[in-house]
């Protein structure tokens, strides 16, 4: 079986797992609540975090918690020649739906967000492996973005998509942490 066909199957089944999560808003009090916890995400200054959309966890409660502890927020837009660049916000009200899937998205005449040593990235994934790989939904604009990214990240899923180890490339870059409802792996 080849890595694209593997990782393939591997979308498919952790979909699946994430849509069938149980007592789904208690598990994603429990993430937000790490989240809040997190040593990394204490000592930002900036969090850099992605917006949910379908059946990810929901980043919605954190970035209105980031907001209310006065962080700095910015958020992704993804871009068709590859590239993602955060933007700052102050409200979840800014974010449009892009196109084609409809996943809430800032304007570009919002301010771009430099990324330093104190920002703390929350990263999505369908899945996260022990070492803090991720399979993503097969774009590659995170491993693009975190190849030269200077701050510390954190991945986010359900402890039901958390597995022992998931297929990676050269060019696959790794979390430093994993937060779940269950817990928070430190890489």
Avoid: W
Avoid at 11 to 34: G, V
Avoid at 43 to 57: G, M
Avoid at 92 to 110: A, F, H, M, N
Avoid at 125 to 142: C, S, V
């Amino acid at each position: 079986m080849s890595l694209l066909t593997e990782k393939s199957a591997l979308r498919r089944t952790f979909k699946n797992r994430r849509a069938d999560i149980e007592n789904r808003s208690e598990a994603q009090e429990r993430m937000t609540k790490h989240l809040l916890q997190h040593p990394d995400f204490l000592a930002a200054d900036q969090v850099f975090c992605f917006v949910s959309f379908d059946s990810e966890p929901d980043t919605h409660a954190f970035l209105n918690a980031c907001f209310a502890r006065g962080k700095a927020v910015a958020v992704p837009r993804c871009f068709a020649d590859g590239s993602m660049l955060f933007y700052r916000i102050e409200s979840l009200d800014v974010l449009r739906p892009s196109p084609p899937y409809g996943i809430p998205e800032p304007r570009t005449d919002s301010e771009v967000a430099k990324a330093s040593a104190h920002t703390f990235c929350v990263v999505p994934g369908l899945a996260f492996d022990d070492a803090g790989y991720r399979l993503g939904y097969g774009g590659g604009f995170y491993d693009r973005f975190l190849s030269d990214y200077p701050g510390r990240t954190a991945g986010l899923c359900f402890s039901a998509c958390m597995t022992q180890c998931l297929p990676h490339e050269a060019h696959d870059r790794p979390v430093q942490s994993i937060i779940t409802e269950q817990t928070m792996i430190q890489i």
